[in-house]
T-cell receptor, first 109, second 114 residues
């Protein structure tokens, strides 16, 4: 069963705008990860945030984690057409990792 | 997808036939996983391996078996394919259990059971 649930299910924005995706989960976690999946491809690991961290940056990506609310957000700044993909959050609980159903991001040129 | 390859990339098979999917890694990672991806379900774990000949079941293991005779190869077998096993199958590898360092995924195998 899914642990993380992404919101929204789909997001469409213009190039240059920021994109924010959210992930909610149900149980305590060791860490939370975000992945990107381009059409017809496998998932690519973007960023990992540990349960004792609140914010993490990687290039144009910013991830926040609020363990009290059991939620995380992924912000992509200055989006590009190449950012068009599905984005998944994954929660690591003990020795298990569970993936959400993803947010489909479309960036229009 | 460097360091991990899946074969075949696409396969169409008939109901009731056995099917084997292969995952090959060159990273020498201890942990290997098989997931299936279906619309609305995200990725669901089928089986995983924590070493040569060491495997365990995931949440959707019924109808599937796995084998790992070498560090680099992890095979997924559908003993008797059913239409409900039509899906995209992904193999993943990791250095540690539980995703402490993230997973690396293969490009997937699209399986259609007719």
């Amino acid at each position: 069963s899914q642990q993380g649930e992404e919101d929204p299910q789909a997001l469409s924005i213009q190039e240059g705008e920021n994109a924010t995706m959210n992930c909610s989960y149900k149980t305590s976690i060791n860490n939370l990860q975000w992945y990107r999946q381009n059409s017809g491809r496998g998932l690519v690991h973007l960023i990992l945030i540990r349960s004792n961290e609140r914010e993490k940056h990687s290039g144009r990506l910013r991830v926040t984690l609020d363990t009290s609310k059991k939620s995380s957000s992924l912000l992509i700044t200055a989006s590009r057409a190449a950012d068009t993909a599905s984005y998944f959050c994954a929660t690591a609980v003990n020795n298990d990792m569970r993936f959400g159903a993803g947010t489909r991001l479309t960036v229009k040129p | 997808d460097a360091g991990i390859t899946q074969s075949p990339r696409h396969k169409v098979t008939e109901t009731g036939t056995p099917v084997t999917l292969r995952c090959h890694q060159t990273e020498n990672h201890r942990y290997m996983y098989w997931y299936r991806q279906d619309p609305g379900h995200g990725l669901r774990l089928i089986h995983y391996s924590y070493g040569v000949k060491d495997t365990d079941k995931g949440e959707v293991s019924d109808g599937y078996s796995v084998s790992r005779s070498k560090t680099e190869d992890f095979l997924l077998t559908l003993e008797s394919a059913t239409s409900s096993q039509t899906s995209v199958y992904f193999c993943a590898i990791s250095e540690s259990i539980g995703g402490n360092y993230g997973y690396t995924f293969g490009s997937g195998t699209r399986l259609t059971v007719v």
